[in-house]
């Protein structure tokens, strides 16, 4: 080798030295030694790390565990045993053990606590005078998924002057639940993130997956380990394959990821959910059901 090729091997031998120092992962050392990434890959592999980690750790906001929001605002004996007793009742009706109507209805979302609950003190002697023929269940949906940008509801902003208080919604949104229950009327919940899903899922009778989220993995293996029925809205175009996939999907067995009350990351082996179903919500062209 002649001397010069000889320094600029040595060059280049050292370049590369820096730049494994430098990159500081030992993951990225290896592949480099490897020859898998060459150096204008490595080098912006490092700076894209240092940016993610700034990204990451800029601004933590620490919330209270599951457990502590329920030991704050717990569920009476009585309210469990009713929320208990409602899913059973919802789960017959799905089952064709009951030849009653569900009936879920209430606003688009909850976003006024007092008007909530006039709403469910006028409700509740209706759903008395009918529970022969109905089994009425106030709809309490207490996030909104947005197609674009908008109020995300009552658990992400609940004081609706666009600021992020999940910390405070979380606890409101509970407040509310419990309230509802405690009129004696079963709620309704769309679950939209799964990290909220343990701070309320104790006080739902019926839980829905929305259009926007029925083709998600995540919210398929979610319904597949809860307790209650739940139901799978078609998608926004109205056709209704990604929802009866989904019903297929969460109906069997699997594992799953969750967060448990005491807020630490577990697998959870959820069993399939026996009363996943189909709902028909329309679509951008109009309804997508008639009579049988």
Known sequence: MSLPAAKASRAQRRAEHERRRSCGTRQAATAAIAGCIPAVVLAATCSFQSQLGFLEWSSKTSLKTPAAVQTALPATSAVRQFVE???AMVAAVLNGEDDRLVVVVGPCSIHDLDA?????????????AHEEELIVVMRTYLEKPRTSVGWKGLIT??????VEDIGRGVAVGRRILLDVNEARLPVAVEFLDPMVVPYIQDLVTYGSIGARTVESPVHRSLAAGLSMP???KNGRSGDIQSAVNAVTVASEPQQRLMINDAGRLQLQEAPGNPSA???LR??????????A
């Open 85 to 87: 007793e409602s899913r």
């Open 282 to 291: 329309g679509g951008e062209a109009g309804t997508n059901y008639h009579a």
């Open 277 to 279: 179903h189909v709902v």
């Open 230 to 232: 739940m139901g799978f």
């Open 116 to 128: 909530a609950r006039e709403y469910a003190e006028k409700l509740r002697p209706l759903a008395f």
């Open 157 to 162: 902003d609940p004081e609706l002057k666009g």
